[in-house]
Each structure stands twice: as structure tokens, then as C-alpha cells.
């Protein structure tokens, strides 16, 4: 096959990777239980049955399935979700068990810092256990955190946790939700990040209109995407050079989206694809199979590991994540770029085929060409 | 600025051409891509 270009060539190794799926990447949403009532959270307690998650033994046995029916040699990491993982009074047990399959030996936990920032000795403990990145959420300067965090005090603990975590040797992420309210902050919040907690990346991520945020005034508006996408930019020409060094601070998007071929790989270090149910499978806080914990339970379940075999489910019903025609809906019937976003992160996605947003429609939209 | 874009796209050229397409977007959240934990960052922004 004659390739054009560098995104031929990404194109035909992302298709590929479609065909093969294999099993990378587990997403355990560990709990929906949490010690705060954020403003924003996407994966918020409501309108779930807290007394349906998983018992310790359930989830030990979910990861033992996973290791007897999949080709562990291609398997990576573990991403671990909430709620707050850290209220799970079993979690340091459950990681004991599991990383006894040293396949099982890249964690990384995302947390709001509350229970790590009052006693950062736990990071030491998880350290044995398989844990290699820790994620801690801070939302901007103090009083917009404590605000949307609705307590007074997280964001001391938030930034103490990452603190910690970097001293302690994490591989340590800060992300910050971007939304109307700390949007003008965040250049002063990057330099304050990169100076005085030194994570290995400063995450943006882009508020969704999901969870709590679904109907508050929380979403960026197009001139404000765009603003984040060149602070991005601007950032990322100034530091990529340095970016083999494990010592020294990237920038990135999160899932956002697909940004186009211009922009792409040249705001963050890597080119973006949603990876669920390609090579990520989402065990929710209950048992329910499904792509990532980031999409939202209103868009369904593939299966339950109550009741199904994860390997048949991961064979058989995930044709709605690896199979791309439905999604062709709307602006994307006509765009350019659909050949390499397939209809971009599936967190946006709906049953119907349309989505929450594209940030590459927003951004063509707001530069004025296509 | 027109340096760094040229660097930029050289590095660029790098990541669409790793094995794994998704290398670092499987590792999200600070785990280590590649098998000894570093090779993606070091081949790709490295020398």
C-alpha cells in the first residue's frame, strides 16, 4: 500500500489496530463514592445505586479473568477512576492482589488529593503495588478550586498530594478542567504548576456537557476553545524540546478530541485517537463492561462481568467503537478529516450518532475556514 | 517561531510513525509507554 504521508502511514497502523484489538489498557472506575460534590464532575454519584459496586473479591477476580483469557504480552496499564478511588477502603488490598501479575505493574490512580494530601505516606505504600502515575485534579487558584471543589481546604490538599507525589518518584499528572470561570487563569496556573509541583504533565482538559456539568454554565464557548488551543501550542513549541527528560513538565489536551492535521502532534506529544473499546475496556464501579470510564452510563453497556465472560464481551460486542459508519453523522458526513478522527472521543458521542462537540469543526468555525 | 515549527513537525513525523499508534494516548495519565518505560519520549523527542 503506497502511503502519502505521515498521517497515511498513522492511519493505516490505527486501522489496524481497530482489526486487532487487543486488550492494552483496563479503565476500573473503582467507586463512585466520593468525599466531595465537585461542580463539574462528569462521573458524579447520582442517579447510580452505590450498594451495586463490585466486592473486593469480584474485582480481583475480574483481573484474574483478564489475565488467564488475554494475550498479557500485549497488555500495558491499569487506569484507575472514581468517584474517589482512595474511599475505597480496599483499594491498597485489591492492588496488592493484582500486581502480582507483574502485567499488572503500571497503575496510575486518579484522585481529587484529599485522603494523599493529609497523609502522603499512602504513596509510599502504593509504590510496592504496582502504582507508577498519579493524577491529581486541580482546578486553577485557590478560591476557584475550593469553589468547584464546594470545600474549603481542597486545594491545599490537591496541591500537597502532587507535591508528594512527585518527591515520592509518581509519575505525576495535574489536570485542569478549562471552563469559563478559570479560563483567564490558566496561563499564571501553568507557570505556578511547573514551578512549584513539577509534574511530568499539565493536562487541560475541556469541561464536557456531562455528569453535573450537563446543564451548568461550565462548557467553553468556540472563542474560548480556541484560546486553550493556542495557549497549548504556544507552550508546547517552547517545551518539546525537552520532553525526553523524565524531569521536565509537559503540556497536553486531554480527550478532547481530534484537532486536525495542522494541529495535531504539534500541542501535545502524541496524535489523538479515542481508544475506547480498540484497545481500552471500561470495568465500571458496578461490573458494567463498557469502552472507558468517561463515557457516560446513559450511552450503555457492552456487558456485565456479574454475568458474562469480559473475553466474549470484548470479542463479540464492542462492534459500535470499532465500526465507524454510524458516527458519520451531521458535519462529519462531508468532512476532510473523518478518515483519521472516526468521529473523534466517544465520551461525546450519543446513541444517535451525533456528539456533544468537535473541536476541530469549533476551531475551523472560529478561524474562519474549513 | 518558524525554527521551532520546522523542529515541531520533524518530532511530529516521529509520532506518526511509532508502532503503536496510540502509544502515549494508551498511557495518558503519566504511565510509561514502551516496554522499559521511556523509549517513546526519548526516541521520539530525544536526538
Known amino acids: ?370 | 517561531m518558524k525554527e521551532l515549527e520546522k523542529k515541531a513537525l520533524e518530532v511530529r513525523e516521529k509520532m506518526l510513525d511509532w508502532e503503536n499508534p496510540v502509544e502515549y494516548v494508551n498511557n495518558m495519565y503519566g504511565c510509561h509507554p514502551g516496554e522499559k518505560g521511556t523509549e517513546y519520549f526519548s526516541q521520539v523527542f530525544g536526538e
Open chain 1, 1 to 370: 500500500m503506497k502511503k502519502e504521508n505521515g498521517f497515511d502511514t498513522w492511519k493505516y497502523a490505527v486501522n489496524n489496530l481497530i482489526a486487532k484489538h487487543p486488550l492494552q489498557v483496563v479503565s476500573w472506575e473503582a467507586t463512585r463514592k466520593c468525599n466531595l460534590n465537585c461542580q463539574h464532575c462528569g462521573s458524579p454519584s447520582e442517579r447510580t445505586n452505590l450498594e451495586e459496586e463490585l466486592s473486593t473479591n469480584e474485582v480481583i477476580e475480574a483481573f484474574k479473568e483478564i489475565e488467564r483469557n488475554f494475550d498479557m504480552s500485549k497488555f500495558r496499564h491499569i487506569n484507575i477512576t472514581g468517584g474517589e478511588p482512595f474511599v475505597r477502603k480496599d483499594l491498597l488490598h485489591i492492588l496488592g492482589e493484582i500486581s502480582k501479575n507483574q502485567y499488572f505493574r503500571n497503575i496510575d490512580i486518579q484522585t481529587n488529593g484529599i485522603i494523599l494530601g493529609k497523609n502522603p505516606e499512602i504513596i509510599e505504600q502504593l509504590k510496592p503495588l504496582g502504582v507508577t502515575g498519579i493524577g491529581v485534579s486541580i482546578d486553577g487558584p485557590k478560591e476557584i478550586h475550593d469553589n468547584f471543589r464546594r470545600k474549603s481546604g481542597s486545594y491545599d490538599l490537591a496541591f500537597k498530594a502532587a507535591q508528594e507525589a512527585v518527591k515520592r518518584g509518581m509519575t505525576t499528572t495535574v489536570s485542569i478542567v478549562a471552563n469559563p470561570q478559570n479560563i483567564n487563569h490558566i496561563p499564571e496556573f501553568y507557570e505556578k504548576i511547573k514551578n512549584e509541583i513539577h509534574p511530568r504533565t499539565f493536562r487541560i482538559m475541556t469541561c464536557d456537557p456531562l455528569g453535573r456539568a450537563e446543564e451548568s454554565p461550565l462548557t467553553l464557548n468556540s472563542k474560548q476553545t480556541k484560546e486553550v488551543i493556542n495557549f497549548l501550542h504556544e507552550k508546547y513549541l517552547e517545551t518539546f524540546q525537552n520532553y525526553a527528560n523524565p524531569n521536565s513538565t509537559m503540556v497536553e489536551l486531554g480527550c478532547g478530541g481530534w484537532l486536525g492535521k495542522d494541529l495535531e502532534g504539534m500541542i501535545r506529544p502524541f496524535i489523538f485517537h479515542c481508544i475506547a473499546g480498540l484497545n481500552n475496556l471500561g470495568i465500571l464501579y458496578d461490573g458494567k463492561l463498557a469502552a472507558c470510564s468517561n463515557i457516560p452510563r446513559e450511552f450503555g453497556f457492552e456487558g456485565d462481568l456479574k454475568k458474562d465472560s469480559i473475553k466474549d464481551i470484548w470479542e463479540n460486542k464492542y462492534q459500535r467503537y470499532r465500526e465507524s459508519g454510524w458516527k458519520k453523522t451531521g458535519e462529519c458526513k462531508s468532512c476532510t478529516e473523518w478518515d483519521y478522527c472516526h468521529g473523534g472521543p466517544m465520551h461525546k458521542m450519543k446513541e444517535d450518532g451525533s456528539r456533544t462537540d468537535c473541536l476541530y469543526q469549533t476551531l475551523s468555525k472560529t478561524s474562519g475556514e474549513k
